[in-house]
Nanobody, 126 residues
Framework: QEQLVESGGGSVQTGGSLRLSCAAS????????MGWFRQAPGKERELVSS???????YYADSVKGRFTISRDNAKNTLYLQMNSLKPEDTAMYYC????????????????????WGRGTQVTVSS
């Protein structure tokens, strides 16, 4: 009954790149309100990037200029292109989706997202 499935994680060296993918069901994808969160051991889950129903992106200051969120509607897939990776980017990355619509590219709390994937691990070494 998985509705969101992440992939693309792995282990890279500092400065490397990875592209995460999130394959979504039609129901979970329909509003287009989606986001990427990450959580490192001992730390709280944090929003990395999100995209609103009207395709307005949001990026955390820590990843701005390095990460790019996008989607392919034909494939019902959300992406997160991660460049210039740093050790502090090491975390489990989760895809989230909201069944309802959202607008404006604002940072929304985790509670507004109805569906979550199992996560994909990203490890960046020095």
């Amino acid at each position: 009954q998985e509705q969101l499935v992440e992939s693309g994680g792995g282990s890279v060296q500092t400065g490397g790149s990875l592209r995460l993918s999130c394959a979504a069901s039609g129901y979970t994808y329909r509003s287009g309100c989606m986001g990427w969160f990450r959580q490192a051991p001992g730390k709280e889950r944090e929003l990395v990037s999100s995209i609103s129903s009207d395709d307005r992106p949001y990026y955390a200051d820590s990843v701005k200029g390095r990460f790019t969120i996008s989607r392919d509607n034909a494939k019902n897939t959300l992406y997160l292109q991660m460049n210039s990776l740093k050790p502090e980017d090491t975390a489990m990355y989760y895809c989230a989706a909201r069944s309802g619509y959202c607008y404006g590219g604002v940072s929304l709390p985790m509670s507004v997202y109805n569906y979550w994937g199992r996560g994909t691990q990203v490890t960046v070494s020095s």
